[in-house]
Nanobody, 129 residues
């Protein structure tokens, strides 16, 4: 099973940027899609975005399109979440997750949590107004 460790969270003012990283170990990283989720206080965890195994295809929730970008470096076993123009309602614990299916083509399926095999512990992002 893959192990995931996020980093890069912090406190930022509205309109600012952060880049989160998720380092993976324990299996062949380049064969699996990755996802990012977030959970705000008192709310359910929600899908943020996903990237396919090669990095050539991404998908995002509507509210972050144009502001967030997911990328990956398969040589470094790391996936990134670049967050620009942050809003206070982006405040949440962000975690990465690893797909349970190798070489998946339909990343639209990755909006659903059961499609993921492993989860990181999360990193806090706080956006002040």
């Amino acid at each position: 099973q893959v192990q995931l460790v996020e980093s890069g969270g912090g406190l930022v003012q509205a309109g600012g940027s952060l880049r989160l990283s998720c380092a993976a170990s324990g299996r062949t990283f380049s064969r699996y899609a990755m996802g990012w989720f977030r959970q705000a206080p008192g709310r359910e965890r929600e899908f943020v975005g996903a990237i396919n195994y090669s990095g050539g295809n991404t998908y995002y929730r509507e509210s972050v399109k144009g502001r967030f970008t997911i990328s990956r470096d398969n040589a470094k076993n790391t996936v990134y979440l670049q967050m620009n123009n942050l809003h206070p309602d982006d405040t949440a614990v962000y975690c990465c997750a690893a797909d349970r299916v190798p070489l998946r083509l339909a990343i639209l399926d990755l909006t659903r949590e059961p499609e993921f095999e492993s989860w990181g512990q999360g990193t806090q992002v706080t956006v002040s107004s």
